[in-house]
T-cell receptor, first 114, second 114 residues
């Protein structure tokens, strides 16, 4: 089944404790992206990647890191999480750039930073 | 700044009522536009998209949207809503061409009362 998977789905952590949220797609998509969803703010893009080893900042990259060593994986890293990073995170992928392709979204990761 | 805006934050309708959700964009030049739906507890799914051609776009589940360039709008419509349409709806877009980020609106929560 074609899908985007994220792990974990739920995570409660404490300030400053490094964490990684994994994202994987099995559709051989080139483009992958991370968003955070907050009430009243909609979805805001954190980082995106157009291919292996190519990443770029979205609208709200501060406090986050990403890597794209393999085409299928695009982990989101929070080196020192803070409470303002409490949010719902979505990973998405598309065949090419979103210019001409639909993005497929993962199920979301609900992160709480205490 | 390039953006997508949704002015209706929360809409409550009775079943069988007609729906129109507003979406405006502020990009110059040609633009790609999308409507996504997020059912409670689920991830985003594409409803419809506009890249070029017929400005009246038909999507899944009886939804349609009309691209009106002169008004910078891409409103979502459905002639008769059902209780199962209760969800949050997001408009998204970006300029066509080049490697551009997708920008999402803040979302509209639709509640359909049986």
């Amino acid at each position: 089944e074609a899908q985007v998977t994220q792990n974990p789905r739920y995570l409660i952590t404490v300030t400053g404790k490094k964490l990684t949220v994994t994202c994987s797609q099995n559709m051989n998509h080139e483009y992958m992206s991370w968003y955070r969803q907050d009430p009243g703010l909609g979805l805001r893009q954190i980082y995106y990647s157009m291919n292996v080893e190519v990443t770029d900042k979205g609208d709200v990259p501060e406090g986050y890191k990403v890597s794209r060593k393999e085409k299928r994986n695009f982990p989101l890293i929070l080196e020192s999480p803070s409470p303002n990073q409490t949010s719902l995170y979505f990973c998405a992928s598309s065949i090419g750039i979103p210019d001409t392709d639909t993005q497929y979204f993962g199920p979301g990761t609900r992160l709480t930073v205490l | 700044a390039q953006s997508v805006s949704q002015h209706n934050h929360h809409v409550i309708l009775s079943e069988a009522a007609s729906l129109e959700l507003g979406c405006n964009y502020s990009y110059g030049g040609t633009v790609n536009l999308f409507w996504y739906v997020q059912y409670p507890g689920q991830h985003l799914q594409l409803l419809l998209k506009y890249f070029s051609g017929d400005p009246l776009v038909k999507g899944i589940k009886g939804f349609e949207a009309e691209f009106i360039k002169s008004k910078f709008s891409f409103n979502l419509r459905k002639p008769s809503v059902q209780w199962s349409d209760t969800a949050e709806y997001f408009c998204a877009g970006h300029p066509r061409g080049g490697y551009q980020k997708v920008t999402f609106g803040t979302g509209t929560k639709l509640q359909v009362i049986p």
